[in-house]
């Protein structure tokens, strides 16, 4: 679901008055600010000013100083803005590491162009985009501009940076708007300065200095948790002829309903088509499953963003007569077959992607939802469907949705309700190989792998893609040395928990390593767990550790007839609070066997246990480097 809201590439805008290019050397920005950092926001503030209910304005100003490559992205100009904004750029500046001008940016250097993604059809908004170019580090640049608003329906969330290793030195938001005029704010991290009544206005300021650094660190919880910011959000909705209220969330899911109102009717030909489809379906999970693959045989998912097209729906006679819409109209178009078919659902808005954030229930707002799925209740198990793709198994949502809070949108307005929560035992991957070694220490292998629920969502590129893709794909994701595919097969079974299964024929030459009359067996060169990277010295952030998942691996060595094992190793038990680990190794004439679960357990920890999370993984990473000496025979 498109925000309208203007989201900056350069993450924030601001404005101050008064800054002298001499104020801003390199040399003056404390040690402190350096430590972790790529770039130094010196200064970064900005004035929003409420006209009236939906529209306003905002100047900005920024100044920020890349320290090197790796911050130069965050140097880039890029405001996005589309029919409802007037962008007027008053300055882009640069500066050497000095502080002196290197050049002031012409108009004619900014680039004003469609603001397409390559799933956008259909958009109104444009962007205005300028990137500096200057091969010595580091570098300052100061960005001004002011940002005419109309239809306003959010002042989005207002944080002083939203990317890793950025430091600030200070940053504000000055907010003004007419006192009769009711703003909803939620506050994290940090409290407002000043609060004012000018005249008929109220106007209000937070400011933040001297932020330092934050580095990116393993299983860390989302980056938004670890910032302040500020969410505003009017108590009053108007966009065009529709109003509605934001207080509570009902009646913001009420305001959703409103734009869906009268938009999930079908064409004749369209109503005739789904009662052919069903007219021998009298069970109603197949009908249900029929009209799904109807919807993902006939559809295909692109953006759009039309007029109020970031929240409402393309109608449903639209999708059937083109067969493309965004999130919100397949889903808005797969309530109209199942309303035809007499079958009640609800469209949830909610947050997606693979890390969960945590949603307000006390502060309704734009921010927090982005995408649209669909709702089927009053079965033992509520039935949850993602419209926008033409692959995923009926009633199966992955990790880009599952086990979150959403908000279903009813006529009685928004209700929350939870999507579903894979169980450790739902995701499963499981492996048994057999490894047949010459006297060369080359290994012929067959592999077969079974994936399950979300280990199935892992391997969703291998599943869809063609026969050469399928090749690449297990070149570049095996382990195994000197690797030359002799034959593979993949085999897909959808279901509400999926399944998939592969099976493998390979060489591997150079799989078992020789020490002068030594052959060397490694027992699992084939699926062994990394250790973590990092050992912090101090960790800041709670661990979180997003899925539960199980491993089982059964190895099978067939060694030559001329060698023998010195000795086998004993098995490894680890327990944790973050999981188990075992294995066993048997032989059996001139077989070895290797067998082997790992079970690894969400959860979410405090920074203090960051070591033995630490140790688990290393203590893992070594037991899968146990090693076989196989000695010739004499």
């Known amino acids: 679901m498109s925000k309208l809201r203007f989201l900056y590439i350069i993450v924030f805008a601001f404005t101050i008055t008064g800054i002298k290019a001499q104020d801003y050397p390199a040399s003056l920005i404390p040690d402190s600010l350096k430590i972790n950092a790529h770039c130094v926001i010196r200064e970064d503030n900005q004035e929003t000013e409420l006209r009236n209910i939906n529209s306003g304005n905002e100047k900005v100003r920024r100044v920020?100083?890349?320290?090197?490559?790796?911050?130069?992205?965050?140097?880039?100009?890029?405001?996005p803005y589309d029919k409802n904004s007037t962008i007027n750029i008053k300055q882009v500046v640069l500066f050497d590491s000095n502080g002196k001008k290197?050049?002031?940016?012409?108009q004619s250097d900014i680039t004003d162009s469609p603001a397409y993604s390559s799933s956008e059809l259909f958009s109104e908004s444009?962007?205005?985009?300028?990137?500096?170019?200057?091969p010595f580090y580091p570098y300052t640049v100061d960005y001004e501009f002011d940002i005419d608003l109309k239809n306003i329906i959010s002042f989005g969330c207002w944080r002083p940076f939203s990317a890793y290793n950025v430091s600030v030195q200070h940053t504000s938001l000055k907010f003004t708007y007419p006192a009769k005029i009711k703003i909803n704010k939620k506050e994290i991290g940090i409290q407002a300065k000043s609060s004012e009544i000018h005249s008929d206005n109220i106007v209000e300021k937070w400011e933040l200095d001297n932020l330092i650094a934050i580095e990116d660190e393993p299983f860390d919880i989302s980056l938004h948790e670890r910032i302040p910011c500020v969410y505003l959000m009017p108590s009053h909705l108007v966009y065009?002829?529709?109003?509605?209220n934001s207080d509570t969330w009902s009646e913001y899911g009420k305001w959703i309903y409103s734009l869906y109102q009268g938009r999930d009717v079908l064409p004749e030909p369209g109503k005739l088509k789904i009662s052919t489809l069903?007219?021998?379906?009298?069970?109603?999970?197949?009908?249900?499953?029929?009209?799904?693959?109807?919807?993902?045989?006939n559809t295909r998912y692109v953006n759009i963003r039309l007029g109020i097209g970031g929240y409402q729906p393309f109608d449903a006679q639209t999708v059937f007569e083109t067969g493309y819409g965004d999130c919100k109209a397949l889903t808005n178009y797969m309530y109209s077959l199942l309303k035809l078919a007499g079958v009640r659902s609800f469209p949830a808005i909610v947050s997606s992607g693979r890390y969960r954030e945590h949603i307000f229930s006390d502060f309704p707002n734009f921010q927090q939802f982005d995408h649209v799925i669909l709702c089927i209740p009053n079965f033992r198990d509520t039935l949850w469907l993602e419209c926008t793709d033409?692959?995923?198994?009926?009633?199966?949502?992955?990790?880009?949705?599952?086990?979150?809070?959403?908000?279903?949108?009813?006529?009685?307005?928004?209700?929350?309700a939870h999507t579903t929560k894979y169980k450790t035992t739902d995701n499963i991957r499981s492996c048994r190989s057999e490894f047949n070694i010459d006297s060369a220490?080359?290994?012929?292998?067959?592999?077969?792998?079974?994936?399950?629920?979300?280990?199935?969502d892992d391997i969703s590129e291998l599943l869809n893609s063609n026969y050469d893709e399928q090749k690449k794909w297990f070149y570049e994701n095996s382990t195994l040395p000197s690797l030359q595919i002799k034959s593979f097969s993949v085999n897909n079974q959808k279901g509400?928990?999926?399944?998939?299964?592969?099976?493998?024929?390979?060489?591997?030459?150079?799989y078992c390593s020789f020490s002068g009359k030594y052959m060397i067996l490694t027992l699992n060169i084939l699926n062994a767990q990394k250790s973590i990277q990092k050992m912090l010295k101090q960790r800041l952030s709670d661990i979180v550790i997003n899925r539960s998942s199980i491993e089982y691996d059964t190895m099978i060595y067939t060694i030559p007839k001329n060698y023998r094992y010195e000795s086998l190793p004993p098995g490894n038990t680890l327990n944790s609070n973050f999981g188990s680990y075992s294995t066993s190794v048997s032989a059996n004439d001139n077989s070895i066997i290797y067998v082997r679960k790992f079970t690894f357990l969400e959860g979410r920890y405090k920074p203090s246990a960051y070591k033995e999370l630490y140790d688990f993984f290393l203590s893992v990473s070594k037991a899968d480097n146990t090693k076989i000496i196989l000695t010739r025979k004499t």
């Not at 920020?64 to 490559?69: E, P």
């Not at 995923?392 to 086990?403: R, S």
């Not at 509400?496 to 150079?510: D, L, R």
């Open 496 to 510: 509400i928990i999926p399944v998939a299964s592969t099976a493998e024929s390979e060489i591997s030459k150079n």
């Open 441 to 456: 220490g080359t290994a012929n292998c067959t592999i077969n792998t079974i994936y399950k629920g979300l280990q199935y």
């Open 102 to 106: 290197i050049k002031t940016v012409k």
């Open 390 to 416: 033409q692959k995923i198994p009926f009633g199966f949502l992955g990790d880009f949705t599952d086990d979150r809070d959403v908000l279903l949108i009813t006529e009685q307005g928004g209700k929350f």
């Open 240 to 244: 065009d002829k529709y109003e509605g």
């Open 126 to 134: 444009r962007i205005k985009y300028y990137k500096p170019e200057n």
């Open 64 to 79: 920020i100083t890349i320290l090197d490559k790796e911050g130069e992205n965050l140097a880039y100009l890029a405001i």
């Open 278 to 297: 069903l007219q021998h379906v009298s069970d109603t999970i197949e009908r249900i499953k029929t009209l799904y693959k109807y919807l993902q045989e």
